[in-house]
């Protein structure tokens, strides 16, 4: 083998053992040290202009996927995992000049596991006469329950007595915009990822973890009005969670679209509410997918 056709070939198995990503892991433990801060911790690197940036966490447990129709549940472990997420955009063909093989799904985007984190993930107080309740109403409301040094929180309940709740439902929403990057790339699993918030014995222990369901579009601006309509229902909801659970549910893949965004509603279905972690606290919603080439 000449010296050329030797380097292709070690530049080719340096790619490929590069493309299998780790899951992304989620704080599971829920433990904070003084101000909510999450005993997990958490490096952002980037692999520069044409390479993903990825986001390396440590932490003590995992979240197993589940049916998108009948199951979901969560395991623990003390594995190290990794997320990268992809930050390139436009879908585009590039030519391997080493090979000269195109491959397709954009600069820096490679077959392997990624994590989307969530654009809005939010709840809102359906009006019941009291008026409507804002993201802003309805996670201060959780927050100031769940009395811990997170902020942001999300919850679901049928009627919200405490506080400023006025008897009101309690229904969250998240937005995935999945990158255009994904286009030429094949969606092979998709699951979402959210996580029980840290407050011991307030509603953090209820009966449910809710309905999952596909909504009409939405933003942030949105929410601030009133509540997007459910659409179709993913998963019933299979019964009690347990304070700083990672929770997960199977997406049927046909509904990642690449430069689309994705729009889910977490519907309750008892009195006994739940409190989840929000967009910007340790153990946020995620979507991860797997990517595969076509």
């Known amino acids: 083998m000449t010296p050329g056709r030797a380097l292709a070939c070690w530049v080719l198995a340096s790619i490929a053992g590069?493309?299998?990503?780790?899951?992304?892991?989620?704080?599971p433990g829920g433990a904070t040290t003084g101000g909510g801060e999450s005993a997990a911790s958490t490096t952002l690197t980037s692999a520069g202009p044409t390479g993903p940036a990825s986001a390396t966490s440590e932490a003590s447990g995992t979240a197993s996927t589940s049916s998108a129709t009948a199951s979901t549940s969560a395991t623990t472990s003390t594995t190290d995992e990794t997320s990268t997420l992809p930050t390139s955009t436009g879908a585009s063909a590039t030519s391997d000049a080493s090979t000269g093989e195109t491959r397709s799904g954009g600069p820096g985007v490679e077959p392997g596991t990624y994590g989307i984190p969530a654009t809005v993930a939010a709840c809102v107080l359906l009006d019941n006469g009291s008026g409507h309740g804002s993201p802003a109403v309805c996670g201060g409301n959780a927050d100031a329950q769940?009395?811990?040094g997170l902020s942001g929180l999300m919850q679901i309940d049928t009627m919200v007595t405490m506080l400023d709740g006025e008897d009101r439902r309690a229904e969250s929403f998240l937005r995935f915009d999945v990158p255009a990057d994904y286009a030429g790339l094949v969606v092979a699993d998709a699951t979402l990822h959210v996580q029980v918030a840290d407050g011991r014995g307030i509603l953090a222990k209820?009966?449910?973890?809710?309905?999952l369901v596909t909504t009409t579009p939405f933003d942030e601006e949105d929410l601030d009005v009133g509540a997007p309509a459910p659409m179709a229902t993913l998963a019933d909801d299979l019964g009690p969670v347990q304070t700083d659970e990672p929770i997960t549910w199977s997406i049927p893949v046909a509904l990642v679209q690449a430069g689309a965004p994705l729009h889910l509603g977490l519907l309750p279905t008892d009195t006994d509410g739940v409190f989840y972690r929000g967009r910007d606290t340790p153990g946020a919603p995620t979507l991860e997918v797997v990517l595969v080439a076509p």
């Open 206 to 211: 209820g009966p449910q973890r809710g309905v």
């Open 18 to 27: 590069a493309c299998v990503l780790d899951n992304q892991k989620f704080d």
């Open 146 to 148: 769940n009395n811990t």
